[in-house]
């Protein structure tokens, strides 16, 4: 009560904060006419002034209010945007570190330009993370005009670009990627043979937008590289084939954790089938023999039970795809981990493709924790705040709007099930649609869009379904949300990135409706018609009460209805927001408390009655704050499991970039060859014990196994005065010998290359089988729980145990591979390389086995062109088009002469 009272007067201590900028925003503004008063040169010299401050000692935080005030001035010459006083709050907040909270509408994308350019000012480059390729495309081109314009580069990062753009784009001065690309670019770094090879820089300062989707909604799958492995889709058809005679009573499913398990009489029942299809070895499902069948029934079990076609996922085009659940998008390239995605494709009768191993991975809070200033931007984080300050150490500064917010949000209304349900959602959107007012309806799946729109149908009412299924239309379709009589079914708005203005988006319908009418009088007269008609239309639908927005269900998170409802009353236009539930809703039905909605719902209701309860919410928004908090409780647990192995990954990582960066790595093969003579002796000779205790037997095997000598151990073994540590000098001085004998042969730099080719191949091989060997101990360290001990500190141990293991046989085959082999220098025919297989880039949740990522390793495939104003590409010639290379005898894997930085069998050579 107190606390209340000192907040109605006082204010809450974000109003405190905000508050206390608006002295920053006044000193920019006191800039204002000074930087207006500059010419178009004078503006961009600006950018010379501020390097000049910083290379004489000055701190940002010294040239803030200038900066911004200049990178105002900038926007309203290249863009005609003058960035609002609250949208210089959220750009002083993106500086200090903190998370902007602005509602939809309110120009986060503008704002960020503020923090940009103040921190790209000291060369070290600036990234900004979006949630999907055309927001990277999109944001890019449209803010590179504010920084062009300041004498600023722009870069862009999507999916299946070539190195050498890559690595250009990242060396810009402002780089717009997704936070996939950024990681998997990361990863793919440090799977890298040379320095030069690599394409990001050292980390510095990063924007991410839409923060809660990218370090919150996907933080809890992390991202992996990985490839392929053997073949085994009969096994995948064969188990596919038993699951569909296994009945409902035969299993046990959990929807909130999405597992099925067998029953005792379902696994005696699995048994006898797959004895009967000749895969159990003996009889018992569980003996160790049937590990791999056992494996391959639960994916079964799971593809066939927990997962759905048009919820999941969809057919297209012979392949299973994805659909990303937080944003209701096909995503392309990704697929499920740990055989799950093989036993979906066996239950949909496509074509399986085989399983991969993990190369490298990572989780998103261990890539973002490794830049020294994170920042975000979002409509939804105030609910998260907690955790983004636990494992980010980032505030939450929420900004007031521009202009105060007049959207009504109604209660929720509830129905007995779910026709009921719908045929009021029908009714709810006809009467709104003969007035006028353009509808927005959220749903959670697929399949509810379209039952939706059947309903729709029957009403007679026109509208649009925005889905998976109509991926490439998305942008034209939200951007015009706002018409008059509009209705729009989107299976979820999260990140969608367009604005949906009333009225409709103008320059949307210029691109559309002008497409064919040439710059001149004729389109100035048509882009002046078109502008009237958007703004007279925009008058009429905010007397029809502006957007409407309708929400089918509620989802597990309180932020993704909130960005839904965000949708509705941007920057002060007039709103109307209202959930429609039923008890066959997923969340009432997995996490409500089902007793006492049962009770109410079916004794109190007749059929299509609503009920519209305060106290009903409230149950509804404590079922999503469990959801909410068992998903915070998966996304710490794998940050501890990932924080043990992004220790290990630095030691790696750190020792790859060391032995990558030396001209010679003689002092690293010496230290190993020494380390693995005294583990060789220690193992025979234990320190304490006596010579007729030795294994010299053993000894002298290993040692002509590892270091390819032949020492006389059983003569040095009659000598009285024999020590340990003497048997291990006098092996040490014959590997050093025969070391210099075999070196002498081959020319220094040569041999130096040898040594770090070994050295990496030999890093990079051992740290694919330890990432295995951890997947699988972390699969199996829960069961010591039952032991009374905590998996988490079992999972340490043993990590740091094999961690060692890991870097003893390293430097025990480094040691063979240098001592054992014949290295003959010659100058033999260039061979054709076989091809490589792609890498797959996944996001995996170790929960459910689900994969948010959606890449493809761009090494091999066609390039996309992402240059951007003014950093320009030179074109490229047609794939394959008027080959004028075709008599000459070039490797198809060899750069290809045009000088377009593809591969020959990309480029011109892709025909022959």
Same mark, same amino acid.
């Given at each position: 009560?107190?606390? /209340?009272?000192?907040?109605?007067?006082?204010?809450?201590?974000?109003?405190?904060?905000?508050?206390?900028?608006?002295?920053?925003?006044?000193?920019?503004?006191?800039?204002?006419?000074?930087?207006?008063?500059?010419?178009?040169?004078?503006?961009?010299?600006?950018?010379?002034?501020?390097?000049?401050?910083?290379?004489?000692?000055?701190?940002?935080?010294?040239?803030?209010?200038?900066?911004?005030?200049?990178?105002?001035?900038?926007?309203?010459?290249?863009?005609?945007?003058?960035?609002?006083?609250?949208?210089?709050?959220?750009?002083?907040?993106?500086?200090?570190?903190?998370?902007?909270?602005?509602?939809?509408?309110?120009?986060?994308?503008?704002?960020?330009? $503020?923090?940009?350019?103040?921190?790209?000012?000291?060369?070290? !480059?600036?990234?900004?993370?979006?949630?999907?390729?055309?927001?990277?495309?999109?944001?890019?081109?449209?803010?590179?005009?504010?920084?062009?314009?300041?004498?600023?580069?722009? !870069?862009?990062?999507? *999916?299946?670009?070539?190195?050498?753009?890559?690595?250009?784009?990242?060396?810009?001065?402002?780089?717009?990627?997704?936070?996939?690309?950024?990681?998997?670019?990361?990863?793919?770094?440090?799977?890298?043979?040379?320095?030069?090879?690599?394409?990001?820089?050292?980390?510095?300062?990063?924007?991410?937008?839409?923060?809660?989707?990218?370090?919150?909604?996907?933080?809890?799958?992390?991202?992996?590289?990985?490839?392929?492995?053997?073949?085994?889709?009969? =096994?995948?058809?064969?188990?596919?084939?038993?699951?569909?005679?296994?009945?409902?009573?035969?299993?046990?499913?959990?929807?909130?954790?999405?597992?099925?398990?067998?029953?005792?009489? /379902?696994?005696?029942?699995?048994?006898?089938?797959?004895?009967?299809?000749?895969?159990?070895?003996?009889?018992?499902?569980?003996?160790?023999?049937?590990?791999?069948?056992?494996?391959?029934?639960?994916?079964?079990?799971?593809?066939?039970?927990?997962?759905?076609?048009?919820?999941?996922?969809?057919?297209?085009?012979?392949?299973?795809?994805?659909?990303?659940?937080?944003?209701?998008?096909?995503?392309?390239?990704?697929?499920?981990?740990?055989?799950?995605?093989?036993?979906?494709?066996?239950?949909?009768?496509?074509?399986?493709?085989?399983?991969?191993?993990?190369?490298?991975?990572?989780?998103?809070?261990?890539?973002?924790?490794?830049?020294?200033?994170?920042?975000?931007?979002?409509?939804?984080?105030?609910?998260?705040?907690?955790?983004?300050?636990?494992?980010?150490?980032?505030?939450?500064?929420?900004? #007031?709007?521009?202009?105060?917010?007049?959207?009504?949000?109604?209660?929720?209304?509830?129905?007995?099930?779910?026709?009921?349900?719908?045929?009021?959602? %029908?009714?709810?959107?006809?009467?709104?649609?003969?007035?006028?007012?353009?509808?927005?309806?959220?749903?959670?799946?697929?399949?509810?869009?379209?039952?939706?729109?059947?309903?729709?149908?029957?009403?007679?009412?026109?509208?649009?379904?925005?889905? %998976?299924?109509?991926?490439?239309?998305?942008?034209?379709?939200?951007?015009?949300?706002?018409?008059?009589?509009?209705?729009?079914?989107?299976?979820?708005?999260?990140?969608?990135?367009?604005?949906?203005?009333?009225?409709?988006?103008?320059?949307?319908?210029?691109?559309?409706?002008?497409?064919?009418?040439?710059?001149?009088?004729?389109?100035?007269?048509?882009?002046?018609?078109?502008?009237?008609?958007?703004?007279?239309?925009?008058?009429?639908?905010?007397?029809?009460? !502006?957007?409407?927005?309708? !929400?089918?269900?509620?989802?597990?998170?309180?932020?993704?209805?909130?960005?839904?409802?965000?949708?509705?009353?941007?920057?002060?236009?007039?709103?109307?927001?209202?959930?429609?539930?039923?008890?066959?809703?997923? =969340?009432?039905?997995?996490?409500?408390?089902?007793?006492?909605?049962?009770?109410?719902?079916?004794?109190?209701?007749?059929?299509?009655?609503?009920?519209?309860?305060?106290?009903?919410?409230? %149950?509804?928004?404590?079922?999503?704050?469990?959801?909410?908090?068992?998903?915070?409780?998966?996304?710490?647990?794998?940050?501890?499991?990932?924080?043990?192995?992004?220790?290990?990954?630095?030691?790696?990582?750190?020792?790859?970039?060391?032995?990558?960066?030396?001209?010679?790595?003689?002092?690293?093969?010496?230290?190993?060859?020494?380390?693995?003579?005294?583990?060789?002796?220690?193992?025979?000779? *234990?320190?304490?014990?006596?010579?007729?205790?030795?294994?010299?037997?053993?000894?002298?095997?290993?040692?002509?196994?590892? $270091?390819?000598?032949?020492?006389?151990?059983?003569?040095?073994?009659?000598?009285?005065?024999?020590?340990?540590?003497?048997?291990?000098?006098?092996?040490?001085?014959?590997?050093?010998?025969?070391?210099?004998?075999?070196?002498?042969?081959?020319?220094?730099?040569?041999?130096?290359?040898?040594?770090?080719?070994?050295?990496?191949?030999?890093?990079?091989?051992?740290?694919?089988?330890?990432?295995?060997?951890?997947?699988?101990?972390?699969?199996?360290?829960?069961?010591?729980?039952?032991?009374?001990?905590?998996?988490?500190?079992?999972?340490?141990?043993?990590?740091?145990?094999?961690?060692?293991?890991?870097?003893?046989?390293?430097?025990?085959?480094?040691?063979?591979?240098?001592?054992?082999?014949?290295?003959?220098?010659?100058?033999?025919?260039?061979?054709?390389?076989?091809?490589?297989?792609?890498?797959?880039?996944?996001?995996?949740?170790?929960?459910?086995?689900?994969?948010?990522?959606?890449?493809?390793?761009? /090494?091999? =495939?066609?390039?996309?062109?992402?240059? $951007?104003?003014?950093?320009?590409?030179?074109?490229?010639?047609?794939?394959?088009?008027?080959?004028?290379?075709?008599?000459?005898?070039?490797?198809?894997?060899? #750069?290809?002469?045009?000088?377009?930085?593809?591969?020959?069998?990309?480029?011109?050579?892709?025909?022959?």
């Amino acid at each position: 009560m107190l606390g /209340g009272l000192a907040k109605s007067i006082f204010g809450s201590s974000n109003d405190r904060y905000v508050k206390s900028l608006q002295k920053t925003v006044d000193s920019i503004n006191a800039f204002e006419p000074q930087i207006k008063a500059l010419s178009d040169d004078e503006l961009r010299a600006q950018t010379d002034k501020f390097r000049a401050a910083l290379a004489d000692g000055q701190k940002l935080d010294d040239i803030l209010s200038e900066s911004f005030a200049t990178v105002r001035e900038a926007s309203v010459r290249a863009l005609g945007m003058r960035h609002f006083d609250v949208q210089m709050i959220g750009g002083i907040a993106l500086h200090r570190g903190e998370i902007s909270e602005m509602r939809t509408g309110e120009g986060k994308t503008l704002v960020a330009t $503020l923090a940009c350019y103040l921190n790209a000012i000291e060369g070290k !480059g600036v990234h900004v993370v979006t949630v999907n390729d055309y927001l990277a495309r999109r944001d890019a081109e449209w803010m590179s005009q504010v920084y062009s314009f300041l004498g600023l580069t722009t !870069g862009v990062i999507v *999916p299946n670009m070539a190195e050498h753009e890559r690595r250009e784009a990242y060396e810009a001065d402002i780089t717009y990627a997704t936070n996939n690309e950024l990681g998997f670019d990361y990863l793919r770094d440090n799977m890298k043979h040379e320095r030069s090879q690599m394409v990001q820089r050292p980390f510095n300062f990063a924007i991410v937008d839409e923060v809660d989707s990218i370090l919150i909604d996907e933080a809890r799958t992390p991202l992996i590289i990985s490839g392929p492995t053997d073949d085994k889709s009969d =096994l995948y058809i064969a188990v596919n084939k038993i699951v569909q005679d296994i009945t409902e009573e035969d299993y046990e499913k959990d929807e909130k954790t999405r597992n099925v398990q067998l029953t005792e009489d /379902g696994t005696e029942k699995a048994e006898r089938l797959l004895e009967a299809a000749g895969l159990l070895e003996g009889s018992n499902l569980y003996d160790f023999e049937n590990t791999q069948v056992v494996h391959h029934l639960d994916q079964a079990l799971k593809a066939n039970v927990m997962f759905k076609r048009d919820t999941d996922y969809i057919v297209k085009d012979d392949k299973v795809v994805i659909i990303d659940e937080f944003t209701g998008r096909m995503m392309d390239g990704r697929r499920w981990s740990n055989g799950l995605h093989q036993a979906v494709e066996a239950k949909e009768g496509v074509n399986i493709e085989p399983e991969n191993q993990t190369l490298a991975s990572i989780t998103f809070q261990n890539y973002f924790r490794m830049y020294p200033k994170l920042s975000g931007m979002t409509g939804t984080a105030a609910t998260e705040a907690a955790e983004f300050y636990e494992i980010y150490k980032m505030n939450v500064v929420t900004i #007031p709007t521009n202009v105060p917010v007049q959207r009504i949000d109604e209660e929720d209304e509830f129905y007995k099930n779910t026709m009921d349900k719908f045929q009021a959602i %029908a009714k709810a959107i006809k009467e709104k649609y003969d007035i006028g007012q353009p509808i927005l309806v959220g749903t959670v799946s697929i399949e509810k869009s379209e039952l939706l729109s059947d309903f729709l149908d029957k009403e007679g009412v026109t509208h649009e379904v925005l889905n %998976a299924r109509q991926h490439e239309r998305e942008a034209h379709i939200v951007a015009q949300a706002g018409r008059l009589n509009a209705v729009t079914i989107a299976t979820n708005m999260a990140g969608r990135g367009t604005d949906i203005q009333l009225g409709g988006n103008l320059d949307f319908r210029i691109e559309e409706e002008l497409a064919d009418i040439t710059e001149g009088p004729e389109r100035d007269a048509a882009i002046e018609k078109l502008t009237a008609e958007v703004g007279e239309e925009r008058e009429k639908v905010k007397q029809a009460g !502006g957007l409407f927005v309708l !929400g089918t269900e509620r989802h597990e998170s309180r932020r993704i209805d909130n960005q839904l409802r965000g949708r509705s009353g941007r920057q002060g236009d007039p709103g109307l927001s209202r959930f429609y539930l039923c008890l066959e809703d997923d =969340l009432l039905r997995i996490f409500g408390p089902d007793t006492l909605f049962s009770k109410m719902m079916n004794k109190n209701l007749d059929d299509g009655e609503a009920i519209g309860s305060k106290w009903l919410s409230k %149950a509804i928004e404590t079922a999503q704050k469990k959801v909410e908090a068992r998903n915070y409780d998966v996304r710490k647990q794998v940050v501890e499991y990932d924080d043990v192995m992004n220790d290990q990954r630095k030691v790696i990582y750190e020792q790859r970039a060391e032995i990558m960066d030396a001209d010679q790595v003689d002092d690293v093969v010496d230290d190993m060859w020494r380390d693995t003579v005294n583990a060789l002796v220690i193992e025979a000779c *234990p320190p304490g014990s006596y010579p007729e205790q030795w294994n010299i037997e053993g000894l002298k095997e290993r040692v002509g196994d590892v $270091l390819n000598l032949q020492p006389d151990l059983d003569g040095w073994m009659e000598e009285d005065t024999l020590e340990p540590q003497i048997i291990e000098e006098r092996i040490a001085e014959m590997t050093e010998e025969k070391l210099k004998k075999q070196t002498s042969e081959i020319d220094e730099s040569i041999w130096h290359q040898i040594e770090k080719s070994i050295l990496l191949q030999q890093l990079d091989h051992h740290w694919k089988e330890h990432l295995a060997t951890l997947d699988a101990l972390r699969q199996v360290v829960f069961l010591r729980a039952y032991a009374q001990k905590t998996p988490i500190n079992e999972y340490k141990q043993e990590a740091f145990g094999l961690f060692e293991r890991m870097l003893a046989v390293i430097r025990e085959n480094v040691t063979k591979t240098v001592m054992t082999s014949d290295f003959r220098i010659q100058e033999p025919e260039v061979p054709e390389l076989p091809e490589l297989p792609d890498f797959l880039t996944t996001h995996i949740d170790p929960l459910t086995g689900e994969d948010n990522s959606n890449d493809v390793d761009g /090494g091999t =495939l066609d390039t996309i062109s992402t240059a $951007l104003p003014p950093r320009q590409s030179a074109p490229a010639a047609p794939l394959g088009a008027d080959n004028p290379y075709a008599d000459q005898d070039i490797s198809r894997n060899a #750069p290809c002469p045009c000088g377009s930085g593809r591969k020959y069998k990309h480029c011109h050579g892709k025909n022959v």
